[in-house]
């Protein structure tokens, strides 16, 4: 299945999932890039940001749990969170924290916020709809995994 194809299904996992990514990328930058700014409780949401961006990339890429050397602790962590509803409640709960960083100043990690919660009302409206969590290809779900293994 293609890219383009995945995309047809309609399905909002993949939405979701390929939101996730890009919410991972925002976080990330805005993370980095706030850390510049002189405010002493902007650095602990910088600090959120880049350790949200580090567990999106376990949660929507599976393959890295079989590659990376990470704690029994840590993957069962994020094994948990495989349901469209346990995806929803992950990326809203990144959201709300970057949202609070609104009471330390405004930043670019609004941004990283409205990128989480898209991404978390797209898991939502996948579980809501009944659809089933389709890994996309693409980032080492259905197969990927057991090919390199």
């Not at 510049?36 to 567990?55: D, G, H, K, P």
């Not at 009471?103 to 898991?123: K, M, N, Q």
């Amino acid at each position: 299945m293609t890219l383009k194809e995945e995309f047809q299904t309609r399905n909002f996992s993949i939405y979701g999932q390929w939101l996730g990514i890009l919410s991972m990328i925002v976080c990330l930058a805005t993370g980095i890039g706030n850390i510049f700014l002189v405010n002493l409780l902007l650095y602990i949401f910088c600090a959120l940001a880049i350790a949200s961006a580090f567990c999106i990339l376990f949660i929507e890429v599976p393959l890295l749990l079989r590659i990376c050397p990470t704690s029994s602790k840590f993957d069962e962590f994020i094994r948990k969170i495989s349901t469209n509803y346990m995806r929803a409640a992950a990326y809203g709960i990144m959201s709300a924290v970057q949202f609070a960083s609104i009471a330390a100043t405004s930043s670019t990690l609004i941004a990283a916020a409205v990128f989480l919660l898209l991404t978390a009302i797209c898991y939502l409206l996948a579980a809501v709809r009944g659809q089933a969590f389709i890994g996309s290809k693409t980032l080492g779900g259905a197969g990927v995994a057991q090919m390199i293994v």
